[in-house]
């Protein structure tokens, strides 16, 4: 299947920091999506990105889906504890496969 | 996640047992799917459907088998269960054709095969 790379695996942050995580692929896609996980909970959509270059946000919440079509990253801006969850990216190849990262767990501490 | 539900939440096999993981949506969409997350991983497709009567494999189908009777039901069948099948399952919905941003995921359901 596709490989999707997502770094970091895992991070701590200081609640009111600015969060940065990525995501690259050896394939191009047509879509990119960003989900948050909560424990014991499935994958929530938080942005949903459609052609190259394109920059969204959704509250503090700022992604963009890069000029090759094969990487995405997803900023948070002043964090907060319940942003605490496993982030994870996404993409589309327009074969009605959605193949997904392997997730950046974010601790937020208070 | 309203309208995508999922049972049982958890369930505990034993190898070469069979079970159902069932799956219904509310929301009349016609794409389904069927995903397994395990640890470190992403989520990876199994099987998925585009609409009644129509199934196709995903990542990851060996396994598992499905059906699409209807629009809102898409079960999936581990005929023997192996413990390599150990993970989480999320079913999820969508509007076909509309990639991406109307995907519903299901709470998940936790599988243990002993």
């Known amino acids: 299947g596709q490989q999707l790379n997502q770094s970091p695996q895992s991070m701590f942050i200081q609640e009111g920091e600015d969060v940065s995580m990525n995501c690259t692929s050896s394939s191009i896609f047509n879509t990119w999506l960003w989900y948050k996980q909560d424990p014991g909970e499935g994958p929530v959509l938080l942005i949903a990105?459609?052609?190259?270059?394109e920059l969204t946000s959704n509250g503090r919440l700022t992604a963009q889906f890069g000029i090759t079509r094969k990487d995405s990253f997803l900023n948070i801006s002043a964090s907060i504890p319940s942003d605490v969850g496993i982030y994870f990216c996404a993409g589309y190849t327009g074969a009605n496969n959605l193949f997904f990262g392997t997730g950046t767990r974010l601790t937020v501490i208070p | 996640n309203a309208g995508v539900t999922q049972t049982p939440k958890f369930q505990v096999l034993k190898t070469g047992q069979s079970m159902t993981l069932q799956c219904a949506q509310d929301m009349n969409h016609e794409y389904m799917s069927w995903y397994r997350q395990d640890p470190g991983m992403g989520l990876r497709l199994i099987h998925y459907s585009v609409g009644a009567g129509i199934t196709d494999q995903g990542e990851v189908p060996n396994g598992y088998n499905v059906s699409r009777s209807t629009t809102e039901d898409f079960p999936l069948r581990l005929l023997s269960a192996a413990p390599s099948q150990t993970s989480v399952y999320f079913c999820?919905?969508?509007?076909?054709?509309?990639?991406?941003?109307?995907?519903?995921f299901g709470e998940g359901s936790w599988l243990t095969v002993v």
């Open positions: 990105l459609y052609k190259a270059g």
């Open positions: 999820a919905s969508s509007i076909a054709g509309q990639e991406g941003n109307t995907i519903y």
